[in-house]
């Protein structure tokens, strides 16, 4: 069975830090990884998807890379604002089981 | 842009009682999916549709059935329902045809208390 890690839990940085985010996962035959963000109460919006043959991918203050020989994705938030504060969550694809594997996510805070 | 419209978005239900939760996509998408979200337990798969007229079982199966009436709309019923049963449905979607998974939209959520 595919495990999807996310360390830490949680963590709390000072407005305008640039900080990283991990994901580790045990298959390294993933095809996609998809990072998202979800405010509390709220649905799970997409933040950047990473495909097979890619090793990243940028939106703006945010980078993801995928390194599939070492089960690892980061998630790079540059100039973190107040506003970042959610909970960032990694999933795994593999393509013959058609599934979506979930971690359970970072809970950012972002002290003005 | 509607994306994926979940209804209702918050019910009340009394433990044996039956509800269904909708789900429908406008992105012609092939595959949906239903999860569940409690604290400390984070996202799990119900059951999934890789395409119209299929469905097949997740992580907890259990409780629930499914129907992926034609390619937009895909429900979750319980049929008896028990506390266990109290948490956060999400419903969502993707392009993903077996070789490729697309991206992968949610629902805003459909919020379940069972008593």
Redesign the interface.
């Known amino acids: 069975k595919q495990e999807v890690t996310q360390i830490p839990a949680a963590l709390s940085v000072p407005e305008g830090e640039n900080l990283v985010l991990n994901c580790s996962f045990t298959d390294s035959a993933i095809?996609?990884l998809?990072w998202?963000r979800q405010d509390p109460g709220?649905?799970?919006?997409?933040l950047l998807?990473i495909?097979?043959s890619q090793r990243e991918q940028t939106s703006g203050r945010l980078n993801a890379s995928l390194d599939k020989s070492s089960g690892r994705s980061t998630l790079y938030i540059a100039a973190s604002q107040p506003g970042d504060s959610a909970t960032y969550?990694c999933?795994v694809?593999r393509?013959?089981f058609?599934?979506?594997y979930?971690?359970?996510?970072t809970k950012l805070n972002v002290k003005p | 842009n509607a994306g994926v419209t979940q209804t209702p978005k918050f019910q009340v239900l009394k433990t044996g009682q039956s509800m269904t939760l909708q789900c429908a996509q406008d992105m012609n998408h092939n595959?949906m999916?239903w999860y569940r979200q409690d604290p400390g337990m984070?996202?799990r798969?119900i059951y999934?549709s890789?395409s119209e007229g299929t469905t097949d079982k997740?992580e907890v199966p259990n409780g629930y059935n499914v129907s992926r009436l034609n390619k937009r709309e895909f429900s979750l019923r319980l049929e008896s329902a028990a506390p266990s049963q109290t948490s956060v449905y999400?419903c969502?979607s993707?392009e993903?045809d077996?070789?490729?998974?697309g991206?992968?939209?949610?629902?805003?959520?459909s919020r379940l208390t069972v008593l």
């Open positions: 095809y996609n998809q998202f709220k649905g799970l919006t997409s998807l495909q097979s969550l999933a694809w393509y013959n058609n599934k979506f979930f971690g359970s996510g | 595959s999916y984070g996202l798969l999934y890789a997740g999400f969502a993707s993903a077996g070789l490729d998974s991206e992968l939209f949610f629902g805003e959520g």
